[in-house]
């Protein structure tokens, strides 16, 4: 392996570098065998989503590409996954920190499940949040973590480096263990053949969608009937609406 020192958490990967890190290869080990299942049903999600959130990114150049794949630690690429601490979609939003970012949540439409918009909110928290740490594991640290939780931990020890917070055991397991998870799904997603499962996965096929913008609230039953798409389709197509109707104080909604 090519040698890790000086480099990003980011370059480390591409190269492979960062399986010199033990933490690192002691995850990739346990992502191929008791968690493999994760491993593949994560990936295979993230193909039915990967266009929206590629250009999302695409327009975001400051966020390194690598953040699309945030979704296979966070919520294993599944929209409706909520957590015990009621953190809600791909990018896992509990609501003190999505409301701020724009994303609506009510009986009829919750945002955070929105791949699109929760993308984008995604993307104005992390740019928040890499403005006050000096580098990417640190900034996707606080992501998970808490920016303050992590900040007041390196003014405490008065250490800037996630891995020696880590190390010296600083950090709460949490997130003393994110950075390494994230980055062993990152070498293995970008590395399926290397590592065996590139055969496990099955790709789904790509379907062409399209928007309608409705002039007033539908049935998405109604939606169905007419189209002669199936309900759950359509449901799946639109995991931000609560309920089997578009939101009735909205106009011009747009349904995929």
Not at 11 to 38: F, G, Q
Not at 57 to 82: H, Q, T, Y
Not at 165 to 182: C, F, N, W
């Amino acid at each position: 392996l090519p040698q890790i020192k000086g480099k990003d958490m980011f370059e480390a990967t591409r190269d492979l570098s960062v399986c010199r890190n033990k933490a690192v290869r002691k995850h990739i080990y346990l992502y191929l065998t008791s968690k493999r299942e994760y491993l593949i049903r994560a990936i295979e999600r993230s193909y039915r989503y990967d266009d929206m959130i590629r250009e999302v990114m695409g327009k975001n150049r400051d966020i390194p590409e690598e953040v699309a794949l945030l979704p296979l630690l966070e919520s294993c690429f599944d929209p409706r996954a909520v957590s015990k601490s009621r953190a809600i979609g791909l990018w896992q939003f509990v609501d003190n920190t999505s409301r701020p970012l724009g994303l609506r949540s009510d009986r009829w439409v919750d945002e955070r499940r929105d791949i699109e918009k929760s993308t984008v909110a995604a993307v104005r928290h992390l740019r928040n949040i890499r403005g006050c740490f000096p580098d990417w594991a640190l900034t996707l640290a606080a992501y998970n973590g808490g920016a303050g939780y992590v900040k007041r931990t390196m003014d405490k020890t008065g250490i800037r480096d996630f891995w020696k917070l880590r190390d010296g055991g600083y950090l709460r397991e949490e997130t003393s263990e994110y950075i390494p998870k994230y980055i062993a799904l990152m070498v293995i997603y970008k590395n399926q053949r290397l590592f065996g499962v590139k055969d496990e996965i099955t790709v789904p096929k790509k379907i062409e969608t399209g928007y309608y913008t409705l002039q007033r609230p539908v049935d998405l039953r109604d939606v169905s009937r007419i189209a002669a798409v199936p309900l759950q389709t359509i449901r799946d197509l639109n995991p931000e609406l609560s309920a089997t109707m578009t939101p009735p104080d909205s106009k011009n909604y747009r349904l995929r």
